[in-house]
């Protein structure tokens, strides 16, 4: 039977605007579903991701960040690495590790922005949710 808890890992930078992401996720699975992991920035999100799915606690890892080009490093470079990172901790413990991280490609520390990127967390939160959701009824009906 899949678990009907859920994990949801944040990264800290630009928490304002991540933070979003699990408000729309709570407006389809209940809070009380939800346990809630802080990682200091995206780079950290693949391996706690790893980590809970492989605990057997939850139907689905959620995982989100906001990576912007900082001027010092390459985003690209941190982006991709952290995608595979969540991709490959699914793909090892057969549980879903799904990823609500954005890497834009122009960025702003703007209100006109922020108000932007907050608005579509919430709305990639609700996706995330759904794809959770959907996820572990196809896969509790394969089971069946």
């Known amino acids: 039977m899949t678990p009907t808890r859920y994990a949801f890992v ?6 304002d605007i991540v933070d979003r992401a699990l408000e729309g996720f709570q407006q389809l699975v209940p809070a009380e579903q ?3 992991f802080d990682v200091p920035g995206a780079f950290e999100m693949p391996l706690l991701s790893r980590d809970l799915a492989a605990s057997g606690r939850y139907g689905a890892v959620i995982a989100a ?4 080009d900082g001027g010092i490093y390459r985003h690209e ?5 952290v995608v595979d990172g969540l991709m490959r901790a699914g793909m090892d413990t057969g549980v879903p590790v799904l ?5 834009p490609h122009n960025y702003q520390e703007t209100e006109h922005h922020q108000q ?3 608005a579509h967390f919430v709305e990639k939160g609700r996706e995330a949710a759904r794809a959770a ?6 896969r509790a009906a394969l089971a069946a």
Do not use: C, E, N, P
């Open 10 to 15: 944040k990264a800290g930078w630009h928490a």
């Open 34 to 36: 939800i346990d809630v």
């Open 65 to 68: 960040a906001f990576v912007v």
């Open 77 to 81: 470079f941190v982006a991709q690495a």
């Open 99 to 103: 990823s609500v991280s954005l890497t």
């Open 116 to 118: 932007i990127y907050r």
């Open 133 to 138: 959701l959907m996820i572990g009824k196809t």
